[in-house]
């Protein structure tokens, strides 16, 4: 993700769904919400095209990290499953 600006960017959480490995610029706030940098993702210094093409490149030629990044990936979209979310909205809704 390239963009310079995101509120949330529900395509960073569809991507680790889907087994892929979001790469972004670290250009808003709410991509270290969703990226660990180098545990489930990578951030990259905002409009540098070096540092996102070489992380790029470190995934393509280490089958191992991108498998690791990628099993991570999956372990984060566990967390914000809609089911535990709402649950966690009753919960705090039940203690007013």
């Known amino acids: 993700m390239t963009s310079s600006h995101e ?3 529900i395509v960073l959480i569809e991507a680790q769904k889907y087994d892929c490995v979001p790469i972004a610029y670290n250009s808003f706030e709410s991509a270290t919400d969703i990226i660990q940098d180098g545990h ?3 951030l990259v210094t905002p409009f540098n095209r ?3 093409v070489k992380a790029l490149d470190s995934l393509i030629v280490n089958e191992e990290r991108l498998a690791q990044l990628t ?3 999956k372990e984060y979209i566990k ?3 809609s089911r535990k979310v709402i ?3 009753i919960e705090l809704f039940n203690k007013l």
Do not use: H, T, V
């Open 79 to 81: 967390k914000i499953d």
């Open 7 to 9: 509120a949330l960017p």
């Open 71 to 73: 099993k991570n990936g």
């Open 87 to 89: 649950q966690k909205w």
């Open 40 to 42: 489930n993702g990578i």
């Open 50 to 52: 070096r540092e996102y």
